[in-house]
């Protein structure tokens, strides 16, 4: 059974830093495409930051690209979204996604994902 904990988030000032993980169990993390999504009360989920399965290929959202950034250890079958320079508009529950496939590359769509973790909040105040 694919398991995602995301891990990393909470409370932090404008302009400051955040780091979140995604550690992946139950599946051949190095064939999984991972994504980060975010969700904020009353917003759709919207799209992060993406990144193939050898960590080659990463794509980021407008809105983060300068900002975060996404990596991965495959060895520790963990994903990353280091964030920094955060605002408050950066607030929202932040879901880490896979899809178990070598060929995917990388996809800003939601529904491209097989497996979801729980999320974990990011609250950034101003």
């Known amino acids: 059974q694919v398991q995602l904990v995301e891990s990393g988030g909470g409370l932090v000032q404008a302009g400051g830093s955040l780091r979140l993980a995604c550690a992946v169990s139950?599946?051949?993390?190095?064939?999984?495409?991972m994504a980060w999504f975010r969700q904020a009360p009353g917003n759709e989920r919207e799209f992060v930051a993406a990144i193939n399965w050898s960590g080659s290929i990463k794509h980021y959202a407008d809105s983060v690209s300068g900002r975060f950034i996404i990596s991965r250890d495959n060895a520790k079958n963990t994903v990353y979204l280091q964030m920094y320079s955060l605002k408050p508009e950066d607030t929202a529950v932040y879901y880490c996604?896979?899809?178990?496939?070598?060929?995917?590359?990388?996809?800003?769509?939601?529904?491209?994902?097989?497996?979801w973790g729980q999320g974990t909040q990011v609250t950034v105040s101003s």
């Open positions: 139950g599946g051949t993390f190095s064939s999984a495409a």
């Open positions: 996604a896979a899809i178990f496939k070598r060929s995917m590359v990388v996809s800003i769509y939601y529904y491209d994902y097989d497996y």
